[in-house]
């Protein structure tokens, strides 16, 4: 067998969880999932495995898919649905039930971006946690609403007005034990300490 390759990019496996009562259903297709993969598959260099779940709106349902996504190896997990004040909205209590850590940042600054669009973003209550060695983070349901949380807000020239999430989230993922993410800058410059940072990656 050959010696893993100095400096090779470390592979990373991804949780992608889609909760709707009726995506999981069949009563129409969901996006989710989709918006979810093609971002991370954009936005990372590493080889991703990634392990898609398309769940209803069941808080046990939610926290046993999070803890078995975290016991199969997932470094990072991202849900998608579920975080309004609705009756049927239970992903953050299902998240939070599983938690060993809460990272209130994350939820924090995901608001702040969807206000610069809609008042209504008050009412989102996306949160993120860590279970074990593998970060947990609520996402809102729409594609568009997904894209912008993780990646930031931009002007007409390309320049970040508003910095997205997701460039927290390799060095949040260094500090648990987790794999080094790489991103590609033109879609979401990861931000490290410079005693953090460690050479190119060979492809």
Not at 28 to 57: M, S
Not at 176 to 202: H, M, N, Q, W
């Amino acid at each position: 067998m050959n010696a893993p390759t100095p400096n090779a990019m470390d592979s990373v496996k991804i949780g992608i969880v889609s909760v709707s009562d009726r995506a999981s259903s069949g009563v129409y297709v969901d996006k989710g999932l989709p918006a979810l993969q093609d971002w991370l598959t954009r936005a990372l260099k590493n080889p991703i495995e990634f392990e898609p779940r398309l769940i209803a709106d069941e808080q046990i349902s939610i926290s046993q898919t999070l803890i078995e996504l975290v016991d199969s190896g997932c470094a990072l997990v991202l849900t998608t649905g579920g975080t309004g004040p609705a009756k049927r909205d239970v992903t953050p209590e299902a998240t939070l039930a599983v938690a060993h850590k809460e990272m209130p940042g994350f939820g924090e600054q995901m608001r702040q971006i969807s206000l610069k669009f809609v008042p209504t973003a008050i009412l989102s209550r996306q949160v993120a946690v860590i279970r074990e060695q593998t970060l947990i983070i609520n996402l809102p349901g729409q594609p568009k609403s997904i894209q912008e949380t993780l990646e930031g807000l931009r002007g007409e020239n390309g320049e970040s007005l508003m910095a997205g999430i997701f460039a927290a989230v390799p060095y949040c993922i260094d500090l648990i034990g987790g794999p080094y993410l790489e991103t590609r800058d033109e879609v979401c410059k990861a931000f490290r300490p410079k005693s953090a940072l460690r050479p190119t990656p060979l492809t």
